[in-house]
C-alpha cells in the first residue's frame, strides 16, 4: 500500500514537472513569420524602384544643366551681318547716303554714272529731283541687296556648321540648345530673303515711277508745245 502511495506521488510529481516545462516553451508563429518577411521583400523591391526613379530624376536634372557653347556659334557673325542692312528703305536710302556701304556702293555708284543733279539745265526742276531720288534708289538697292546676299551666305555657312553638329550632342540639354541655334539661324536667314524681296519689290516701284515721271513729263512738254 505504502508502495502504491509513493508510486503515485512520483506519477504527480513527473505529471507537474511535464506540464511546467510544456509550458514555459515558447510557441512560433510561422504563418506570421512568412507573412512579415514577404512584406519585408517588397518593400526592399519598392526602396529599389525608388531609388532607381531618384537615380534617373538626378540625371535627368543634371543633364538640363550647364551651357554647352552651342548657342554662340557663328552667332556674332550672324549679328553684324544682319545689322548692316536696316528694316526700313527709308533707312537702307540714308546710309548709302552716309557711304555706309563702302567699296559696294562705290562700285554700283560708278556703275550707274549717276549724271549730278547741278549739271542739268535746271537742277531743281521736278525732272532733276526725280532723276536723283531714283539714282540714289538703284545705287542703295543694288549695294544692299549685295550686302544681303553675303549675310544670307553667313548664314547659310552657319547652317550648315550646325547640321554637321546634331549627331555630337551628348544629351538631352545640349540637344535642345543646338536645336535653337538652329532656329534662331533660320529665323535671321528668312529675315534676310524678305529684305531681299522688299528691294526688289522697291526697285520695280522705282522703274513704274520712272515710267510716269517720264509719261507726265512728255506730256506737260507737248502740252506747252500745243499751247
Not at 544692299?144 to 551628348?170: C, F, P
Not at 540648345?177 to 532656329?183: G, S
Not at 530673303?193 to 522697291?202: V, W, Y
Amino acid at each position: 500500500m505504502a508502495r502504491m502511495k509513493k508510486l503515485s506521488i512520483a506519477t504527480a510529481i513527473v505529471m507537474v514537472l511535464g506540464g511546467s516545462a510544456h509550458a514555459g516553451v515558447p510557441t512560433f508563429d510561422y504563418a506570421n513569420a512568412a507573412a512579415m518577411a514577404q512584406e519585408l521583400a517588397q518593400l526592399q523591391e519598392q526602396f529599389k524602384v525608388l531609388k532607381q526613379q531618384y537615380e534617373t530624376q538626378t540625371n535627368i536634372m543634371n543633364n538640363m544643366q550647364g551651357s554647352y557653347g552651342r548657342g554662340s556659334i557663328g552667332l556674332n557673325d550672324s549679328i553684324n551681318s544682319a545689322s548692316v542692312v536696316p528694316g526700313s528703305w527709308q533707312e537702307v536710302v540714308s546710309r548709302q547716303n552716309s557711304g555706309a556701304y563702302g567699296s559696294k556702293q562705290s562700285y554700283y555708284e560708278e556703275l550707274v554714272n549717276t549724271l549730278p543733279q547741278e549739271l542739268f539745265a535746271s537742277p531743281d526742276s521736278n525732272r532733276a529731283r526725280g532723276y536723283q531720288l531714283s539714282s540714289n534708289s538703284v545705287v542703295a538697292a543694288m549695294s544692299a541687296g549685295e550686302a544681303l546676299y553675303s549675310e544670307v551666305q553667313v548664314h547659310l555657312n552657319n547652317l550648315t556648321t550646325l547640321s554637321m553638329q546634331v549627331d555630337s550632342t551628348t544629351n538631352s540639354k545640349d540637344a535642345a540648345d543646338l536645336q535653337n541655334r538652329i532656329a534662331t539661324e533660320n529665323g535671321m536667314l528668312t529675315s534676310a530673303q524678305s529684305k531681299l524681296q522688299a528691294l526688289n519689290m522697291n526697285l520695280q516701284a522705282n522703274l513704274a515711277n520712272q515710267e510716269n515721271q517720264a509719261t507726265s513729263q512728255n506730256e506737260q512738254f507737248f502740252r506747252w508745245k500745243k499751247d
